[in-house]
Nanobody
């Protein structure tokens, strides 16, 4: 199975930028999708951005609320997934989780659905405040 470790979370001011990372290790083969999810206090975990990587694909998907401001990418050589976040707003505060799908469920559930993923990291906190 794959192990996922997020890093890079921080406290930033509105309008600022931040890049968070997710290092994958272990059995990293056969991954269909990888995604970033956010969970704010008292709210359900929601999909922010995802990338479908099966068989060399690199299709990306974003929640409407972050389109044009967030960019998901990956460094294949480093087995690392990134989320570049620009023009940060107060409402994006939360714990950010990295996830991977090694069962193919994102093809059925969607790449931004938590139900599509079977491996999760521990999360990294992003706080936007003035």
């Amino acid at each position: 199975q794959v192990q996922l470790v997020e890093s890079g979370g921080d406290s930033v001011q509105p309008g600022g930028s931040l890049r968070i990372s997710c290092a994958a290790s272990g059995y990293i083969y056969g991954i269909y999708s990888m995604g970033w999810f956010r969970q704010a206090p008292g709210k359900e975990r929601e999909g922010v951005a995802a990338i479908y990587i099966y068989l060399g694909s690199s299709s990306t998907y974003y929640a409407d609320s972050v389109k044009g401001r967030f960019t998901i990418s990956r460094d294949i050589a480093k087995n690392t997934l990134y989320l570049q976040m620009n023009s940060l707003k107060l409402e994006v505060t939360g714990m950010y989780y990295c996830a991977s799908d090694q069962s193919g469920m994102t093809r059925i559930r969607g790449t931004l659905s938590t139900k599509g993923y079977n491996y999760w990291g521990q999360g990294t906190q992003v706080t936007v405040s003035s």
